[in-house]
């Protein structure tokens, strides 16, 4: 597909998709065939999960599941509504109690992205959007670097403080201080080598 040339359709005649429309459509089936998630009113393709992706994210949920049951929830790739133009759909969220049935939930206590084909979405555009929504507390782990970059802080979309930790760390979620997430339990580990 060829981009539009601004010069013949200038961008501020572009029409952004709208998240209830979005729903309906997931609603209808549309998109069934398809992951993709909504991002300031643009479709976006998210690619296929690799196995060491797959690995960290059945970990986290798996970790902070247990350590929060009772006071909280924890979603795992599943939407949040960001705003009327943007329903990401991260990796791992604790979400305050709730059903969200109606709805998708419009705050999280902690988000998590799983960083490989995703890094620079998940640094630039997805902490951007996170900021804007007043997320208090943001982690990307990054496995191209065997790293969590925890973000905190959001003020005029984007967050004030961003600290990496390496595989030594450990790091607590704001809102359960309690809760002690060490990042080599969270990393894979590394692929065995073969002769």
Same mark, same amino acid.
């Given at each position: 597909?060829?981009?539009?040339?601004?010069?013949?359709?200038?961008? @501020?005649?572009?029409?952004?998709?709208?998240?209830?429309?979005?729903?309906?459509?997931?609603?209808?089936?549309?998109?069934? $065939?398809?992951?993709?998630?909504?991002?300031?009113? /643009?479709?976006?393709?998210?690619?296929?999960?690799?196995?060491?992706?797959?690995? #960290?994210? /059945? /970990?986290? +949920? +798996?970790?902070?599941?247990?350590?929060?049951?009772?006071?909280?929830?924890?979603?795992?790739?599943?939407?949040?509504?960001? #705003?009327?133009? @943007?329903?990401?759909?991260?990796?791992?969220?604790?979400?305050?109690?709730?059903?969200?049935?109606?709805?998708?939930?419009?705050?999280?206590?902690?988000?998590?992205?799983?960083?490989? @084909? #995703?890094?620079?979405?998940?640094?630039?555009?997805?902490?951007?959007?996170?900021?804007?929504?007043?997320?208090?507390?943001?982690?990307? !782990?990054?496995?191209?670097? $065997?790293?969590?970059?925890?973000?905190?802080?959001?003020?005029?979309?984007?967050?004030?403080?961003?600290? #990496?930790?390496?595989?030594?760390?450990?790091?607590?979620?704001?809102?359960?201080?309690?809760?002690?997430? /060490?990042?080599?339990?969270? !990393?894979?580990?590394?692929?065995?080598?073969?002769?």
């Amino acid at each position: 597909m060829e981009p539009l040339d601004p010069e013949v359709v200038p961008p @501020s005649t572009l029409r952004p998709l709208r998240r209830a429309e979005y729903d309906r459509l997931v609603a209808a089936g549309v998109f069934d $065939d398809e992951r993709l998630e909504l991002l300031y009113g /643009r479709l976006v393709a998210m690619r296929p999960q690799g196995q060491r992706h797959v690995w #960290s994210v /059945r /970990r986290l +949920n +798996n970790l902070l599941a247990v350590a929060v049951a009772g006071r909280a929830q924890v979603q795992c790739q599943g939407p949040v509504a960001a #705003s009327d133009e @943007s329903e990401p759909e991260p990796d791992v969220v604790i979400l305050p109690p709730g059903d969200f049935l109606d709805d998708h939930a419009h705050d999280a206590l902690l988000v998590i992205e799983v960083a490989d @084909s #995703s890094r620079l979405k998940d640094l630039r555009l997805k902490a951007r959007l996170y900021a804007e929504m007043g997320i208090a507390d943001y982690w990307v !782990l990054d496995l191209s670097r $065997d790293e969590l970059v925890v973000h905190r802080g959001p003020e005029a979309g984007r967050y004030g403080e961003v600290v #990496s930790h390496g595989a030594g760390a450990a790091v607590a979620p704001l809102a359960f201080p309690d809760v002690v997430v /060490r990042v080599a339990e969270i !990393l894979p580990p590394a692929p065995a080598a073969t002769p």
